[in-house]
């Protein structure tokens, strides 16, 4: 079995981290590790090194993540929750979610959404299924027009919206009315 040698080049190339390593209380020093070696060995580092990964840590230490930050950052926040496997943040991602989100929260969500959420093949289904059965939920608990009101010029947006060539709006218009009736059976 061969092990891969780097090039010094891409040591050079590369940007490094400053690490303090814990329990190393009588020397404070800060080691520098190029990115290259923690992308390469730890899966971990590669997940973290985005921007959603700081609202993890604040979730971690305050056992919160504010508001504002689930409604802007919803998509990416669940599917670090995903990415991490950790039962109890995508937990707590599902009910800050239902908490948080608002018609037009939800309704820019699925309207975003590109596939049916039917689709076996979808690797995001189950974000798919939990945007249009929050989409559904909000209009079932408000009625129609309660629920037009709340998303605030959103639907009425939507709607003079023209249509793209492939139909989205009306595939979409066609999905949301199929959950609906699921949801009535």
């Known amino acids: 079995m061969s092990t891969h040698k780097p090039n010094p080049m891409e040591f050079t190339m590369e940007p490094t981290v400053a690490v303090t390593p814990m329990g190393m209380w009588c020397d404070p020093s800060k080691y520098h590790i190029h990115k290259i070696l923690i992308h390469r060995h730890f899966e971990i580092f590669e997940i973290g090194l985005n921007a959603d990964f700081a609202f993890f840590v604040t979730w971690l230490y305050n056992n919160d993540i504010p508001e504002q930050d689930i409604r802007t950052h919803f998509v990416g926040l669940w599917h670090l929750a995903s990415q991490l496997k950790s039962e109890s943040f995508e937990g707590y991602i599902k009910r800050k ?84 009736d699921k949801d009535h059976d």
């Open 97 to 180: 979610g239902k908490e948080c989100l608002g018609e037009s929260d939800y309704l820019f969500l699925a309207r975003d959404v590109n596939r049916q959420p039917d689709d076996l093949f979808d690797p995001f289904e189950p974000l798919h299924r939990y945007i249009f059965q929050g989409l559904v939920d909000k209009i079932n608990t408000n009625g129609w027009v309660g629920f037009i009101e709340r998303s605030m010029g959103k639907w009425e947006e939507f709607m003079n919206h023209k249509d793209d060539a492939i139909g989205t709006k009306g595939e979409f218009i066609s999905t949301l009315m199929s959950w609906l």
